[in-house]
């Protein structure tokens, strides 16, 4: 590929996540847009055939047992004349960790809001995230199908709890079992409810009013709608796409995923609006490497073993940053220095997985991995060596005790260890001197799936001691005495052998800082 094809490519790609409280949505406009894009026939096939011919985001036994998704996954597709990546993130709040690095390999997020509910808990935590990164978020105000809340409040609630201003892009009339339609004050438009096809478009004159018969004029919502436009146009938040591109306006559009209505709209505008892939600053350097760089990069954000089970493999997914990604090139894994060759690699559309000819930065690729990448590396061709910067990490705050429960199959149960480890699905000390495994994690449904991929993937039945939420503190070696360990703070090491304390709770941390004033502790490394 010559520069110029290269940056017609990169300027094709579209990443996003989308983001959401469970049940929201989510999944039901993801399914909308594979459709759009001509990946699944019929919406509704991506959840009613979970283990048929798409096994889609939720593929994991132990998502269908919860009905949650468990695992970020990675869809593409090809929509109008953009080649489309979406990120798939777990709503549940256990999953956070996943979620959050996944966010930061997307340019865009989309933000899929229940009408009746406006903004839910995970919705807050996940917007953060978006929102310190800086990147563009639009809003889909979803399940209009249904009696919800004034559509007005939901805009306002955008700026009082997430504190981003609201722009509407279109506005409903009517609601629920009155719902007639959208007026797409983006397009100039009316978009009629329960009708196919192009003529469920009625243009407006310049004035934003029907020139020809009115099907809905009769109804109230018609008038109500078009007075509340009117008061958005004029004391609302103006388009300012400035403004957007920083993540300080989210255009927000109303809609229906479930009756599909307004989501291709939604579509449309987004790709216009969303950006190509974006420059990626580097580790404690002001040098930036651009998309279109001819030399290629890109960063692990996720490593998941055992992806197909007819398979047992590994996969590293690799938000490519810049240049092209060609099978078989050698690349410089930065951490080590080393030199590899990427024969493997993958393209997702769930487990319908293509082998990738060629990728640019801004596509995810899957690579087969044998346990030579972390999260967080990042690889390059060339000889100037890229480094990005670091992913965010969490400090676990519950903690197990684990082992076999079947001494003879210490082999499988270290192997599952390990890799579920490197995989970040949960974190492993061992204690300082009896060097007995401990588990650490965010939230206690991290735990569940681990023991339940241990027993699923390794045939190993693991045993778990709780030892309850902990606060972890690092500290400095040259300081440590083992004498300080206590069972209120308990010592252990890190994969890297540092040292730290798990402590009880605050006072015990207290009582040890008072006790040892010159030892320093640090909540992360
Ligand atoms: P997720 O957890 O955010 O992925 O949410 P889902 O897409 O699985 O949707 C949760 C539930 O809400 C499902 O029962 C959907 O059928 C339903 N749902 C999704 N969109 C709509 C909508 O526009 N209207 C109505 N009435 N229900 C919807």
């Known amino acids: 590929m010559d ?35 001509g990946v699944i026939r019929s919406a509704g096939t991506v959840k009613a055939k979970k283990s048929g011919q798409f096994a889609t985001s939720d593929w994991m036994e132990i998502e269908k047992k919860r009905g949650i998704s468990v695992t970020s996954s990675v869809m593409q597709f090809h929509y109008r004349d953009k080649d489309i990546n979406i990120l798939d993130t777990p709503g549940h709040e256990d999953f956070s960790e996943d979620t959050y690095r996944t966010l930061m390999a997307v340019d865009a997020a989309v933000m899929v809001i229940d009408s009746a509910k406006g903004i839910e808990p995970q919705t807050k935590k996940l917007f953060k995230v978006v929102k310190q990164r800086g990147i563009p978020i639009f809003t889909f105000m979803n399940k209009l199908d249904r009696d919800g809340r004034d559509p007005l409040d939901l805009i306002a609630e955008l700026e009082e709890l997430l504190n981003i201003e609201g722009c509407a892009m279109n506005w409903p009339i009517g609601m629920g079992k009155e719902l007639k339609g959208l007026y797409d004050i983006a397009n100039n438009r009316l978009e009629l409810y329960r009708k196919d096809g ?42 300012d796409l400035d403004k957007i591109k920083a993540g300080n306006q989210t255009p927000v559009f109303f809609g229906s995923a479930l009756t599909n209505f307004g989501v291709e709209t939604f579509l449309n505008t987004f790709l216009d609006l969303a950006p190509a892939p974006s420059a990626h600053k580097q580790k404690d350097s002001e040098e930036i490497v651009k998309p279109d760089d001819e030399e290629f990069s890109g960063f692990v954000f996720k490593i998941q073993a055992n992806m197909n089970p007819n398979h047992r493999d590994r996969i ?76 965010p990490q969490f400090t676990p705050e519950m903690f197990m005790e684990v082992q076999a429960k079947n001494v003879m199959k210490q082999k499988s149960f270290h ?5 579920l480890v490197q995989e970040g699905a ?23 799936v681990f023991q339940f991929r241990m027993k699923n993937e390794y045939n190993c039945d693991v045993v778990m001691k709780p030892i309850g939420s902990r606060i972890a503190r690092w500290v400095d070696p040259e300081q440590l005495d083992p004498s300080m360990s206590s069972t209120r703070n308990m010592l252990v090491k890190d994969l890297d052998d540092k040292p730290l304390f798990l402590f009880e709770n605050r006072f015990a941390e207290n009582w040890f800082t008072n006790k040892y004033p010159d030892v320093k502790l640090t909540s992360k490394l």
């Open 426 to 448: 949960v974190q492993l000390y061992k204690k300082y001197t009896t060097n007995d495994y401990i588990l650490g994690a965010v939230g206690q449904l991290q735990f569940e």
């Open 3 to 37: 520069q110029k094809q290269l940056e017609q490519e990169v300027n094709k790609r579209r990443t996003f996540a989308i983001i959401s409280h469970p049940d929201a949505g989510k999944t039901t406009i993801t399914e909308q847009m594979l459709y759009f894009g």
């Open 415 to 419: 192997k599952g260890m390990q890799q």
């Open 316 to 391: 590293a997914f690799v938000r490519i940053c810049s240049g092209e990604f060609v099978r078989g090139m050698d690349v410089t894994l930065q951490r080590t220095g080393k030199t590899m060759r990427l024969n493997n690699a993958t393209e997702f559309m769930s487990d319908q997985r293509e082998t990738v000819k060629t990728a640019v930065a801004g596509d995810i690729v899957g690579l087969y991995d044998t346990g030579n990448f972390q999260i967080g590396d990042t690889i390059f061709t060339g000889k100037k060596s890229v480094q990005f910067e670091d992913l």
């Open 198 to 239: 192009d003529d469920r478009f009625l243009p407006l004159n310049k004035d934003g009013q029907l020139e020809e018969h009115n099907p809905i004029e009769e109804e109230g919502s018609y008038e109500q709608a078009l007075g509340e436009v009117d008061l958005i146009k004029e004391a609302g938040n103006q388009f």
